[in-house]
């Protein structure tokens, strides 16, 4: 169980890692393309807002199996 929480832990981390790293690309597209069509804005504010969600999500998810997997 302690080494299954560990693994959990640490996928979650790097899911979370990855998934913000997602949402900085798409906020940087947003604020940084000159010229383009309002779907492609609306797109882009839409998934930067999703996976920086999904990003403290997993964040929240890692943290706790860290502190579970360290207490037992």
Known sequence: MKK???IVGIVSVIICILSLSFA???WFGYYHILDGTADLFISL???MIIFFLI???FALAGIVS???H???
């Open 45 to 47: 504010h839409r998934k």
């Open 66 to 68: 860290f502190i579970i």
């Open 4 to 6: 299954i929480l560990l």
């Open 55 to 57: 990003g403290i999500a």
């Open 70 to 72: 360290f207490k037992m």
């Open 24 to 26: 900085v690309l798409n």
